[in-house]
């Protein structure tokens, strides 16, 4: 259908549309018209992505100059194809509707792992194998000696791609991670390069968050991706940690005992170079002396991304005379590394900011901030005359010299850690800096400034004011939208109490309690009897869901479960648990119906969805809050409570309960399905817990679920299925007045009820959009 | 004694039912039991239609055997035999322990199945009465298509049952009881050997290695329940115990199993990251060490809980549907073996492009689409309410002749002039009055009456018999068009027969019945007449 936002022709590949797709539309409108960033939530299952495409599309069609490109985020593979299917099913409802081929390019890039053709290559299981197989193949100095010794292995694909690769854009039309090798292998191009390189002239790319987030790879892949861009940050409940992981960094022994091979490699290497091309060596130092102007005139001009690694001041200033020559480079390095290894062999716990670091450093060892800060670019370069093959052997010095770039750049929103050991086995030495990133906001900084506007858009951002307060920018919109329903299809329930009256929470105080586990219990096996196909059970963590296995296999409960359901669970072994999810899927799919215990910020809780009949409930045994202990959580917490004035609690408890979102949100994905949500702690009932759940689930706890014994949740749940199963029947009727006066008067009414829920059916007729336009 | 020549496996004499004395015979299909000094038997009951049987407790004072049938009737024996009573009563339960599972698949699941229908649904038990009982046609053409649905649409289905699967919790089921001297004891019955048997392969091999020339059944058993292996939170300590072996073999399928990877690309988390981080970067620490070697006792037991119960639940999925399914399973496998990535490249697209699509799609926002069907159009309501009328010779007029007959009809109209001499009589004048007023002959079919008021609700009832019955009978009849097998003439002669004779033993005494009894209610008459009428189009239509 043709829909009209606010004056913008929408198509829309649906017959119907769901009111709220309809006001996230407009409040999209809203935010492309003012240039700026938006936060907007919206439930699982309502229709976001096809929502965000149809708008931005439309947008961009209509006002090309305005809107060039549309960069589109997602977290995990499977997400960003299902998006690019999306696309495609838009793009093909353009053609059936306006007749012709539109020339989009919309296309998906992912990591080598996924796109390479080559057949030893894409035969190799991780992707790190993959991206230094193929780096040995195609680094440019490789080739470049293959000229003189011919009988070097070739990546016959990238060879075709870049010699006739470049000349011909890659036709118009949608591109999955299929197509693109299915294209590559019909051309002999290499897919991944193929992609790297079309996506600077495609009008729509899906590719993962770390593509724009984490430094190292968005310099290489996105820092030249056109200003006029809209970028979209689909399922960003997370984004500050991702933004927090991509700039921290952790160093163990290991990582310097391999730093310390790095770094005499590199020294024979250089030895090697000095007698037979010391050329080589003195066209770098001369690089070096005039300095990194290059990137600064591309910074300036705004053709590049920034890079929180690199920051602006260094790129006005040539890298400082004491690390210019090689040699004095290396022996720079020796000199950080022996220090950092006589800070590993504290016995003590040891934290301290990044001033107090540098000037620890210049007093023993006498290293200077500003040579510090040119480490990471220094290293690049050297790397690069030294014509290493394999990027991924040297992992562990450049690791140290980005360590040493940051540590000297930010004086503030990070943090270093020393401990000597686990808290947990104190009796082995193990030492282990962290220099942890506590400001989400430096690495995703460079992303608002740069591009015009920037949408973060999930199921669950609830409380939407806190996004835009520890991301640091300014949204000129902030929406949450709730799920219209025919049907209360999902039913939040707040057990607070066993049928003994015991009170259940996963608090640490009551955490060994055989009571509450005793009850836990319980509670899982009258639901086990009474819900039917599969059910998902979190845990606030690994630990404790070993803990409460195990005393439930004592106890007996566990093979009373097992006469109602096959029980799985989630191990910290991705490969064994997706063998389990498989089964319990197929468990759920035959009939047997099956339990899947799993654990909150797992893999599964965030990455796995349970459509209708395999999540047919969902129990969140406790409130999954952080391990508060880790002292990166605290120094965290305080930095947030400095800088942002958000209190220690009210950001542990939103944290846990966006996650208890996440896990209790799998179960719906959509407004056909429905699913128990079981709260199993009676913290749940708090205000200041209840108030952070999204509000498409908050509306539907009322006082009546609040505290909740087993039993009753017991009957609850069995009236909720009951006439859950009934058939869905199908109303029509006239739309509701509310519906109307959002819509302006340009829309043409052919509203209908269906399946009881509100949904517009908005059309232009020709006539009066022909007249609109005119 | 009976002449039987069945051939009769076991005699037990001094066997009491119903307090009364007499000998119980176990034969090849049935067990019976006749009284003393009589040559008949006055029990007897199929194999087939015995559900289980009971003994009493060891200790009680009455040596007893119960016999539970599917009915959900119950016979019980007493074996009064006071010296050998108890050897009399485990050899008949020994006897009947091998002979009841060879019967019970046989049970007679189809007529359960119809005993179920008939009763769930009232209507069809009266058609059965209407047709069937009253032999119309037989009780087999009966159910042909009834039971149909699933079966009848592929005769090979119709044999294949549904293979039953297991328990999940059969290993629970197995209560250890205490047996007061320090020890336990395990019941296993033949149904739980084969569960363990079935979920468990290594276990069977084992047990076919060393049964019997190793050990004894029991002693097998007892060092199952003994191992570790049952005990899963155990931790493995010898390497004596024959059980081992098959741990470290399901350790091995296990590991096959992960390794073989998952079939859909949605929910294997191990290609979800699209670009991990490095190592050592991120704020999370190396995760608290997986290896073994820094593991706790307690943890490493939970952890083979956790393992064991994936295992156990993959293995007890497995076994419910291994049968039949191996040779699509086979062909995956060694594709997905393999290990070429091309290989799984050409695999993998139609899956994942399946279950991509699948999660994509709002169906609810698209148009139903719901299979077309052809609207009927009846241009004439009436003639399908009454049935067809036997076709009469007409001419058919063209529009002038219409035009003209109107003009025709018109003028003489116009020109009408009552001739007032030559009307109707005075007598049948007032006659026709009488029957044109209310309550007269005429105006009783118009006088709105319901047929539920004029005619008696047994009559109904009968009529709406005899209409669904004329309908089963005519569906059954219409299906067998087109006729393009020889069994399908057959049928269609036989059917024709069929409703011959429901229209003789059937629709004509009831037609004659309301004849004679409501003359004047011409209403239920035309009903019955249509079905008449329908049915004799239908011969029409055979010949």
Known sequence: MKLNIEGLLVYFPYDYIYPEQYSYMLELKRTLDAKGHGVLEMPSGTGKTISLLSLIIAYQRAFPLEVTKLIYCSRTVPEIEKVIEELRKLMEFYSKETGESNNFLALALSSRKNLCIHPEVSSLRFGKEVDGKCHSLTASYIRAQRHSNPNLPVCRFYEEFDAVGRQVPLPPGVYNLDDLKDFGRRKGWCPYYLARYSILHANIVVYSYHYLLDPKIADLVSKELAKKSVVVFDEAHNIDNVCIDSMSVNITRRTLDRCQNNVDTLQNTIHKIKETDAAKLREEYRRLVEGLKEANVARETDIYLANPVLPDEILQEAVPGTIRTAEHFVGFLRRFLEYLKSRLRVQHVVQESAPQFLKDIFDKVCIDRKPLRFCAERLQSLLRTLEIADIADFSAVTLISNFATLVSTYSQGFTIIIEPFEDRTPTIANPVLHFSCMDPSIAIKPVFQRFQSVIITSGTLSPLDIYPRILDFRPVTMASFTMTLARTCLCPLIVGRGNDQVALSSKFETREDFAVIRNYGNLLLEMSAIVPDGIVAFFTSYVYMENIVASWYEQGILENIQRNKLIFIETQDAAETSMALEKYQEACENGRGAILLSVARGKVSEGIDFVHHFGRAVIMFGVPYVYTQSRILKARLEYLRDQFQIRENDFLTFDAMRHAAQCVGRAIRGKTDYGLMIFADKRYARADKRGKLPRWIQEHINDGSLNLTVDEAVQLAKHFLRQMAQPFRQVRSTPATKGTEQVSTFVVWKGRWRHGYRCLNLAFQSQQLNNFVA | ?543
Not at chain 2, 191 to 209: C, G, H, L, N
Not at chain 2, 430 to 441: K, Q
């Open chain 2, 1 to 543: 004694m009976a002449s039987l020549s069945e051939e009769v496996l076991l005699v037990v004499k001094k066997v009491r039912q119903r307090k009364q004395d007499g000998t119980l015979y176990l034969m090849a299909e049935r067990i019976a039991w006749g009284p003393e000094g009589k040559d008949r038997f006055t029990v007897s009951h199929l194999y087939a239609d015995i559900r289980c049987q009971k003994i009493s407790p060891d200790g009680k004072a009455k040596v007893q055997l119960q016999l539970v049938l599917h009915t959900g009737e119950s016979t019980t024996f007493h074996f009064a035999n006071e010296s050998s009573a108890l050897k009399d009563r485990e050899a008949a339960k020994e006897l009947l322990q091998q002979l009841l599972p060879k019967f019970k698949k046989k049970a007679n699941k189809e007529l359960e199945e119809k005993n179920r229908m008939l009763q769930e649904d009232p209507v069809l038990f009266q058609l059965y009465k209407d047709l069937v009982v009253s032999q119309v046609i037989s009780a087999e053409e009966f159910w042909a298509n009834r039971l149909g649905g699933v079966n009848n649409t592929d005769p090979t289905l119709f044999n294949n049952k549904q293979e039953v699967g297991i328990s999940g919790a059969f290993l629970a089921d197995i209560r250890p009881q205490t047996d007061g001297c320090n020890g336990l004891r395990y019941n296993l019955t033949a149904d739980i050997i084969e569960s363990i048997f079935r979920t468990y392969p290594a276990v069977k091999q084992k047990y076919s290695e060393n049964v019997p020339h190793n050990l004894t059944e029991k002693e097998f058993w007892t060092r199952f329940f003994q191992s570790h292996y049952f005990h899963r939170d155990r931790i493995n300590t010898g390497t004596q115990d024959i059980f081992s072996e098959c741990a470290k073999q399901d350790e091995k399928g296990l590991k096959s199993l992960v390794v073989q990877g998952v079939k859909n690309p949605l929910v294997d988390l191990l290609s979800l990251e699209d670009k991990t981080l490095d190592e050592g970067y991120g704020v999370s620490t190396t995760q608290p060490s997986t290896s073994n070697a820094n593991r706790t006792v307690k943890e490493s037991s939970n952890y083979a809980i956790i393992k064991r119960f994936n295992h156990h639940s993959a293995m007890v999925l497995a076994a419910g549907s291994r049968k039949g399914e191996t040779p699509a399973d086979q062909a995956s496998e060694t594709s997905s073996t393999d290990g070429n990535s091309r290989d799984s490249d050409f695999f993998q697209p139609p899956v994942k492009k399946v279950k991509l699509q699948e999660a994509i799609e709002y169906e609810d926002l698209q148009r139903e689409n719901r299979p077309k069907t052809v609207a009927l159009n009846l241009k004439k309501s009436d003639r399908y309410a009454h049935g067809p009328v036997p076709l009469q010779s007409q001419q058919y007029t063209t529009s002038q002749d219409i035009i003209n007959s109107v003009n025709y009809i018109r003028h003489e109209m116009a020109n009408y002039k009552p001739n007032l001499t030559q009307v109707v009589s005075s007598t049948a004048a007032s006659s026709a009055i009488v029957a044109l007023s209310p309550g007269g002959v005429l105006m009783q079919a118009g006088a709105q009456q319901a047929i539920n008021q004029m005619v008696p609700s047994e009559v109904q009832g009968e009529l709406k018999h005899l209409y669904v019955a004329a309908g089963e009978l005519l569906r059954h009849f219409w299906s067998c068009f087109p006729v393009n097998t020889p069994f399908l003439e057959e049928k269609v002669i036989k059917m024709k027969s069929n409703l011959e004779r429901f229209q003789m033993t059937k629709l004509c005494p009831f037609q004659d019945k309301i004849q004679r009894q409501y003359l004047s209610t011409n209403v239920s008459l035309q009903v019955s007449f249509s079905l008449v009428c329908v049915l004799s189009v239908v011969k029409n239509g055979v010949r």
